[in-house]
């Protein structure tokens, strides 16, 4: 069991999501990747904290391979099934709304009326 951090995804939610990255075959040429956990949990603190991506903390690599590996999985889809395995248990434990995603009109702030 690995020591769980605040916006990392849990053991048994990766374990779910592990069918999605296959394992580097023997003999497999190439530099190998970095590892998938590690990536994915960088994309997820950076969209749980709405950070900067060179903000991402050093634990997660460096912010352009995160950055290369979300785009790469956003451009094969394999984002949207990753969100559409997770989100089959979401509990909606981090969605917020506050005034920034909610203008209201200059008559509806509460100002006092009239003169």
């Given at each position: 069991m690995?020591?769980?951090r605040r916006h990392e995804v849990t053991d048994e939610e990766w374990e779910r999501l592990r069918k999605?990255?296959?394992e580097r075959?023997?003999?497999q040429l190439g530099?190998?990747?970095n590892d998938d956990r590690q990536m994915l949990n960088g994309i997820v603190w950076i969209i749980r904290t709405g950070a900067p991506w060179r903000d991402l903390p050093e634990r997660y690599g460096a912010w352009?391979?995160?950055y290369?590996?979300?785009a790469q999985w956003q451009e094969t889809g394999l984002f949207q099934?990753?969100?559409a395995e997770l989100g089959m248990e979401a509990d909606l434990q981090d969605m917020s709304l506050d005034s920034t995603f909610a203008p209201v009109h200059q008559h509806g702030t509460g100002a006092k009326k009239g003169r």
């Open positions: 690995t020591s769980q999605y990255f296959p075959q023997p003999g530099r190998p990747r352009s391979s995160v290369t590996r979300f099934m990753i969100l």
